[in-house]
Nanobody
Framework: QVRLVESGGGLVQPGGSLKLSCAASEFVSSIDTMNWYRQAPGKERELVARLSRGGTETYADFVKGRFTIRRGDKRNSVTLVMHRVEPEDTAIYYC???????????WGQGTQVTVAS
């Protein structure tokens, strides 16, 4: 079973920056989208950013201009660079890979991001 492992979460001050990384435990073929979601306490999980197979980047309105999703240096990895973070960005951030034919939908266990002074 493929595992997605996130890293890079932690405590950051408002206005600061953080980089999250996600890598698959083994080779994954036919990835359609690489996604970052987040879930804050008491709220539903929401899409933060998406990177399509063709390289198209999609962002939620609340992170546009602040966060950037990119392919990682390693195969089957993705990063999320977060700038000008706000207390409202505090959440558990999850990595997600979806197959071209929806034959798989892998999730990481999440990494906590806390924005506080």
């Amino acid at each position: 079973q493929v595992r997605l492992v996130e890293s890079g979460g932690g405590l950051v001050q408002p206005g600061g920056s953080l980089k999250l990384s996600c890598a698959a435990s083994e080779f994954v073929s036919s990835i359609d989208t690489m996604n970052w979601y987040r879930q804050a306490p008491g709220k539903e999980r929401e899409l933060v950013a998406r990177l399509s197979r063709g390289g198209t980047e999609t962002y939620a309105d609340f992170v546009k201009g602040r966060f950037t999703i990119r392919r990682g240096d390693k195969r089957n990895s993705v990063t999320l660079v977060m700038h000008r973070v706000e207390p409202e960005d505090t959440a558990i951030y999850y990595c997600n890979f979806v197959g071209v034919w929806n034959e798989f939908n892998y999730w990481g266990q999440g990494t906590q991001v806390t924005v506080a002074s």
